[in-house]
């Protein structure tokens, strides 16, 4: 077993992920609140409105997807990548005995405020970035829009990661990417943490054992297919949008989106809810 201290002092990929298996990974308060909640009243509770909480918070659907796959029916030879099939396949029971609705992330950044704010805020983005290639590909006629959704909420799941459990560092390379607009993001992850976070997250993809599906369709290097391009487009979107309809890359990402959907641009505005 690595401690924290030990994965922070270390610095290399091999330690953080020893961490990561043996910690216990925090999800929202509002998640924690509305599943026990859902716990109260678990024999009328269907899979869908346990979904409906759980794909609000992406280490949430972290936890629900690894716990699932872990532990799958040797009869189940594929892998669960949707949430609501998971849930279906563990059972309520199973749900609301063996996957915790804690940490908190709010007690785990408690003396971290500037890490926690960033790490909230991450969260929306993704959770925006699943909502938007979810609704990319219901317009695409694709039968596995979940999957989409999930691939671009966990997009940067390793990110939120650190920056619950490594404020300090995680701080550090955001300061350093402010004060040079030149310096990209996997430089200063390099510099500051030893790696870079797409390192971890590959890695993490296979320790906590989940379906390869997602490192496919994250993997920019496919961007030529279509889903991949989805996933890309609603996770970029997400993020430019991220503080407003203003940012000056906005533009560009209609017209990238406009080409996917085979539509035009206003389209696409009034698609994300975008000012025309």
Known sequence: MVTLAEARARRTVVDWVAFF????????????LELNALRERQEEVGAKQIT????NDPLMMFKVLAYANNHRARSQLHDLVQVEQAIIMMGNATF???IPFSPLVEDVLNAHAT???DVLKLMIRAHRAGYFCAEFASHLKDLHAEELRVAASLHDFAEMLMWCFNPDQMNLIAERQQADATLRSKHAQQSVLGFTLQTLQTE????FNLPSLLTDLMDEAQLHLPRVKNVQLAVNLARHS???????ALPDDYQDIAQLL???????KHLVGAPL
Do not use: C, Y
């Open 21 to 32: 298996t043996s910690a216990e990974i925090p999800i929202l308060r509002q998640t924690a």
């Open 52 to 55: 409906r909480v759980v794909i």
């Open 96 to 98: 609301f005995e063996r």
């Open 115 to 117: 890490a926690l704010m």
């Open 204 to 207: 993490l993809v296979k320790v």
């Open 242 to 248: 991220a503080d407003g309809w203003h940012n000056a």
């Open 262 to 268: 085979h539509v035009d641009a206003a389209r696409v």
